[in-house]
T-cell receptor
Framework: DTGVSQNPRHKITKRGQNVTFRCDPI?????LYWYRQTLGQGPEFLTY????????KSRLLSDRFSAERPKGSFSTLEIQRTEQGDSAMYLC??????????????FGPGTRLTVL | AQTVTQSQPEMSVQEAETVTLSCTYD???????LFWYKQPPSRQMILVIR??????QNATENRFSVNFQKAAKSFSLKISDSQLGDAAMYFC?????????????FGGGTRLMVKP
């Protein structure tokens, strides 16, 4: 296993278009997270899955955003009707589940979205 | 809500010297984890070190150590014998031990430059 992978690495789109990103977590990890990182800032939590269930969504995740994790494997993050403010790095992370929440999250390389 | 603050946007250190990055946080929880993540340019974020709040002993990982002051809500990272490969963005992060949301809360980051 080579770690968390994300595709595409870069996406340039025009305002109003829809985009979809994919994340493949480490195979034995049942938790998957999405974060957004704007230039010069720390990542901000968007949503997370435990297996195929989406258990938490941040208020940052507007109704234009939707995430799925069919069959508890890879995940997709779709942004509809993109806006310039959506330009950011979208990070995916995965972890195992434990009784306490200190389990390390392993991050992917991110997808950099530029909305023109 | 928890907040994490990194007051040093940029730091510089001479190769082989020691540097300390600062982090403060605010929480009403008593049981939590603190993390330092490293994000090299155009590469994925990796975990540097983790501290459990109920452990009084400061965590160490080779050249990396922390100074955890629970009462002061301070969590600084010391890098000894700095190397050129240490140049990166460093993010301090917080997670409650029993957090239904399971998300990490990140600080704004500190850019570390290492001079040869």
């Amino acid at each position: 296993d080579t770690g968390v992978s994300q595709n595409p690495r870069h996406k340039i789109t025009k305002r109003g278009q829809n985009v979809t990103f994919r994340c493949d977590p480490i195979s034995e990890h049942n938790r998957l997270y999405w974060y957004r990182q704007t230039l010069g800032q720390g990542p901000e939590f968007l949503t997370y899955f435990q297996n195929e269930a989406q258990l938490e969504k941040s208020r940052l995740l507007s109704d234009r955003f939707s995430a799925e994790r069919p069959k508890g494997s890879f995940s997709t993050l779709e942004i509809q009707r993109t806006e310039q403010g959506d330009s950011a790095m979208y990070l995916c992370a995965s972890s195992t589940f434990g009784d306490r929440e200190g389990n390390e999250q392993f991050f992917g390389p991110g997808t950099r979205l530029t909305v023109l | 809500a928890q907040t994490v603050t990194q007051s040093q946007p940029e730091m510089s250190v001479q190769e082989a010297e020691t540097v300390t990055l600062s982090c403060t946080y605010d929480t009403s929880e008593s049981d939590y984890y603190l993390f330092w993540y490293k994000q090299p340019p155009s590469r994925q974020m990796i975990l540097v070190i983790r501290q459990e709040a109920y452990k009084q002993q400061n965590a160490t990982e080779n050249r990396f150590s922390v100074n955890f002051q629970k009462a002061a809500k301070s969590f600084s990272l010391k890098i000894s014998d700095s190397q050129l490969g240490d140049a990166a963005m460093y993010f301090c992060a917080y997670r409650a031990a029993y957090n239904a949301g399971n998300m990490l809360t990140f600080g704004g980051g500190t850019r570390l430059m290492v001079k040869p």
